[in-house]
Structure formats: C-alpha cells, structure tokens
C-alpha cells in the first residue's frame, strides 16, 4: 500500500546562497530577483508523491548568518534530511557548504538523507565551482549532488523528488 511520511527537512548554507530561492520555487513555483533576507528561520510544508509513498515535508529554512548559528542545531535536530546550499560563482560558500556537512556528521541525525545543491547554476558565466570538485566531495561524504537553479527551476522539484526516494521507508 502507499505509505504516508512525514520527513523534517533543513536547508543550510551561506546566506545568499539562494536557500529561500529554493524553497520559494519548490513550494510555490516562483522566484523573486530581491529575495527578502530570512530573519532566524521560516517554516513551509510541502507534499510530493513518489512511487511508493506520499511524502510530507516540514522545511526549515534557515538565516544562515553567524549570529543565528547557535539556533541552527534546533532546526537540523530530529531532521530526516537536509539540503546544503551553496552558490557556484562564490567559493567561499563552498567551503562554508562544507563546514556544514561537517557539523551535521557530529552532530545529526546518522541516517539524515544529505543533498548537496550548487544553486545559480543559470550564472554559468561567473561560475567558480567546478560541478566535478562538487560531485567529487559529495561521493566522499554520503551527500548526492546536483546543481539547481531556483532562477530557471532547474533540478529543483528533481532534489526534492530524490530525498523522498531516499527517506526511509518505515
Ligand atoms: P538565502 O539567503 O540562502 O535564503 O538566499 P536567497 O534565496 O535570499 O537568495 C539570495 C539572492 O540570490 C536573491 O537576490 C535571489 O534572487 C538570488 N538567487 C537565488 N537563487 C538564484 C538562482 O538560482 N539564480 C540566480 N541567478 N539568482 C538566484
Ligand atoms: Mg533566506
């Protein structure tokens, strides 16, 4: 039979990245070229079907600046996935994305669903993150990857859909 799930989902990452972006284009098929900056974080729910099972997220999406850091454990706690977001034209935010992956691994949930997303990947011009580096550092840390664009909605249902096929089934 279908089964129903319900999967607490946190998207992290540098501000600016483009987390409320994603979020915006997933829940509601738009994008905003001055996307208002999150204040602590901001809670969305949305429902996809895959195969087998009708899968319910409750998203965070959080601020990401330095002065919330301390509140991000409330978000990423009890998380059955998260999304890093980082931006392909700012390395900085890679290496950020990174520091992440790490704090989860110590302190998340170990059987957390990790997505890796290189978002702006329609700024293909100022890119300055090779898809391959990233590809690359996901296989090595148990993250999948891909680079989306919450701008043209580019892979952005398609990580989302990829979660749900990788939740547990229980
Ligand atoms: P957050 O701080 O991580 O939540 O990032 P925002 O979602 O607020 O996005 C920061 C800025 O980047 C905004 O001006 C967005 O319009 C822009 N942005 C977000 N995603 C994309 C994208 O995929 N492509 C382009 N070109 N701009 C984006
Ligand atoms: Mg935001």
Do not use: C
Request: aromatic share 10%; glycine share 6%; net charge neutral.
């Amino acid at each position: 039979g279908n089964k129903n799930i319900n999967a607490k989902l946190v998207l992290l990452g540098d501000p600016g990245a483009g987390k409320s972006s994603l979020v915006l284009r997933f829940v509601k098929g738009q994008f905003v070229e001055f996307q208002e900056s999150t204040i602590g974080a901001a809670f969305f729910s949305q429902t996809l079907v895959v195969n087998d099972a009708t899968v319910k997220f409750e998203i965070w999406d959080t601020a990401g600046q330095e002065r919330y850091h301390s509140l991000a454990p409330m978000y990423y706690r009890g998380a059955a996935a998260a999304i890093i977001v980082y931006d392909i034209t700012n390395p900085a935010s890679f290496d950020r994305a990174k520091k992440w992956v790490l704090e989860l691994q110590a302190q998340g949930n170990p059987n957390m669903v990790m997505a890796l997303a290189g978002n702006k990947a329609d700024l293909l011009d100022d890119r300055k993150v090779a898809a391959e580096e990233a590809q690359v550092y996901a296989q090595e840390n148990g993250l999948f990857f891909m680079e989306t664009s919450a701008k043209t909605a580019t892979n952005v249902n398609d990580i989302f859909h990829e979660i749900a096929k990788r939740l547990p089934r229980v």
